[in-house]
């Protein structure tokens, strides 16, 4: 017998997640402020899995127990964020509702006519895993929690012309404010962070040593990420904070470092090497080794001659 994969629900408007949470309608057809407490549905099915066709940012009291990195534990009393785009798939354990707390919901097309509209999509920690959601300090608790109840009191206020540029203002603050959070994260992890930035470095070289490449081709960021257990986003984010430089551009770096290697030490063609460490096109290796060095492949062996 097959075993019963059920589907996620799927919600188009959040109306539709109002009406199953057990809420009453919402006072904005494409934005809503909803507090975890007035939650009277039985959420056991949603939890199971649900895409939303809409941007969700929730803030919860109490993330129940401690995130782990690295070999230590890290959690904030205080609270903290986790954000999700449109078109993911949600899912959380039975047993993860004893928080409080508040979700905004908004739909891509009440910021569609705003500069946030195409700019929200340089928020990456909208494709952060759960478990690198953002923890709050007290102070940035309070400067959440002010950004929540301005928009709460617009809508709750009498919808005017303004009122939906004053919300998409607070929702660009409230982006705003966890880029910054999300950057003093980072440095604050520092320790645990570090520590993924060595176990990154050992897994390319393992990937370089042991010719991965020949099999598949170049090493990917998304590779990296599945074999640290972070998101690529996330990891890409912190290491422009700790380095400076994206996680393409370490692996880019790890390559060079790898081509110099071969070009230095082998009688190799140029061709072969590119070949060797995961390139279709010889032209491709060419292209990549020069942006970073300045030099071509070959003129780069002959300045060992």
């Not at 929200?120 to 959601?133: C, D, Q, R, T, V």
């Not at 959440?144 to 005017?160: A, H, M």
């Not at 998409?168 to 950057?183: D, K, T």
């Amino acid at each position: 017998m097959k075993p019963d994969l059920k589907q996620p629900i799927i919600f188009n408007s959040i109306s539709e997640l109002h009406t199953a949470l057990g809420l009453p309608k919402p006072l904005h057809p494409l934005l809503s402020l909803v507090d975890y407490s007035h939650i009277t549905a039985n959420v056991t099915e949603l939890s199971k899995g649900m895409v939303l066709n809409f941007y969700k940012i929730s803030y919860k009291k109490n993330f129940k127990g401690k995130i782990k990195y690295g070999q230590s534990y890290y959690d904030f009393d205080e609270g903290g964020l986790s954000f999700i785009a449109p078109n993911q798939v949600i899912t959380a354990p039975e047993d993860d509702a004893d928080y409080g707390g508040y979700t905004l919901l908004f739909h891509p097309d009440f910021i569609r006519t705003y500069p946030l509209g195409s700019n929200i999509k340089k928020y990456g920690f909208f494709s952060y895993s759960l478990n690198e959601a953002l923890y709050l300090s007290d102070k940035e608790k309070e400067i959440i929690i002010n950004i929540f109840t301005t928009i709460q009191n617009e809508l709750s206020g009498s919808i005017d012309h303004f009122s939906q540029d004053i919300i998409v203002s607070q929702l660009e603050q409230l982006l705003n404010y966890s880029n910054r959070f999300y950057n003093r994260q980072f440095i604050t992890r520092k320790i645990p962070n570090n520590d993924l930035v060595l176990k990154m470095e050992t897994i390319l070289s393992d990937y370089f040593n042991t010719q991965k490449t020949l099999l598949n081709g170049l090493p990917t960021v998304q590779y990296i990420s599945d074999k640290l257990g972070v998101s690529s986003r996330y990891l890409s984010d912190m290491l422009r904070a700790h380095t400076g430089q994206s996680a393409q551009q370490h692996i880019h770096n790890k390559l060079i470092e790898e081509a110099k290697e071969v070009l230095s030490t082998t009688n190799l063609s140029i061709a072969e090497i590119a070949y060797k460490l995961g390139f279709e096109h010889p032209q491709s290796f060419n292209k990549i080794f020069k942006k970073k060095t300045t030099v071509s492949p070959v003129e780069f062996r002959q300045s060992f001659n």
